[in-house]
Structures are given as C-alpha cells and as structure tokens.
C-alpha cells in the first residue's frame, strides 16, 4: 500500500512507476563516490616510482602524468564528468527513469565500478575509487536497474549495449580531463 510520501516521490503512472532515488539518486552516488577518488587522489602519485618498476610495460608518458598529477585539475575533470551524470539524471528523473540517456549513464556507472576492482586486482591494492565501488557504486546500480526492471522501464541488457555505455564513460572521462587540462594550462599562461 502506497502512502501520500509515496506518491510524491515517485513519478511514471501504472507499473511505470520509480522512486526518485532510482533517477536522482545516480548523481548521488556518483558524487560519493568521486569524493573518495578525489580524496585519494593526493596521494596516489606517490606510489609511481613502485608501480612503474612492478609494470615496465605501462608507457612512461602515462607514468609522467601520474607523477605530475594536479589534483586541481583532476578535480576540474570530475566536474565536467559530474555535468553529464547530472544532466543523465536529471532526463531519468524527467522521464521516470524511461531515458535511453539515463540508462546508458546507469549502466556505465556501474561498469565502471568492475574497471576500479580490475585495476585494484592488477597493482594487487588500494586504488583510488575502489573503497566505494562494492560499497556503494555496484549496490546502488543494481538497486536501480532492480527497480527499473519492476517498473517494466529497463532496457534489454546486451552486450553491444554494455560495451557502449563503458566506451561512453571513457569518452566523457577523457574529454573531461582535456578540458580540465586545457582550462589549468590557459591559467598558467594567462
């Protein structure tokens, strides 16, 4: 039995019905989680000289860029990536969790939690995001797309489409960061 709480907080009609915390509460959990990266983050660069001798194969221009890390502009880069997850959630939250653009963001949120656990399991350690990941990156994803599922709103998982919704969150996290990159350099400059 709904109650007036209830009601308020869902959106949809008939079996199409989600809480907000399914739509909203994407960005929610997205921004938990980048705190603890961006927390990490200060330290990371640290460990550079022991994880470029453990893995010789890594190229040392990525090895250059973990040293140098400016976690300004690190920070930058989870801004832009929090404006696309925003605005993904704000569409599910418009649609009632029925955007093809919400559920890609979703998807790839959650995917994203198993490239923290793959990368923690290759250095065989902390990595920066991997504390949140089974904590509440991969709960909160399966939460939703449980919900979604109940709802009839979910899209048909494929693997085509999971490959795309983890190439789309690289896309924007590396479009992210050459902004950031640009916008600290022009700084510098300026």
């Known amino acids: 039995m ?3 709480g209830d009601a308020a907080e869902r959106q949809g009609g008939g079996d199409g019905e989600v809480p907000t915390w399914v739509t909203l509460g994407l960005l929610g959990a997205w921004a938990l989680h980048d705190v603890e990266e961006l927390l990490a983050m ?8 022991e ?15 973990m040293a140098g890390l400016d ?18 959630a704000v569409e599910g939250r418009r649609t009632g969790g029925r955007s093809a653009a ?12 198993l490239v923290h656990l793959a990368q923690s399991a290759a250095v ?4 920066p995001g991997v504390a949140t990941t089974p904590l509440l990156v991969l709960p909160f994803t399966l939460a939703a797309r449980t919900r979604l599922r109940r709802a009839g709103l979910l899209r048909p998982a494929r693997a ?15 479009g992210a960061h050459v902004v950031a990159r640009r ?8």
């Open 71 to 88: 976690v300004r502009r690190f920070g930058l880069a989870v801004a832009g990536v929090g404006l696309v997850v925003g605005a993904a």
């Open 183 to 190: 916008l600290t350099s022009a700084r510098v400059r300026g």
């Open 124 to 127: 065989r350690g902390y990595t």
């Open 160 to 174: 085509g489409d999971a490959a795309l919704s983890v190439g789309l969150a690289g896309v924007v996290t590396i």
């Open 42 to 49: 200060r330290s990371w660069p640290a460990r550079e000289p």
């Open 51 to 65: 994880l470029r001798e453990r893995f010789p194969q890594v190229p040392d221009r990525l090895w250059r860029e």
């Open 102 to 113: 919400y559920q890609s963001v979703l998807d790839g949120f959650g995917l994203h939690g």
């Open 2 to 4: 709904s109650t007036p």
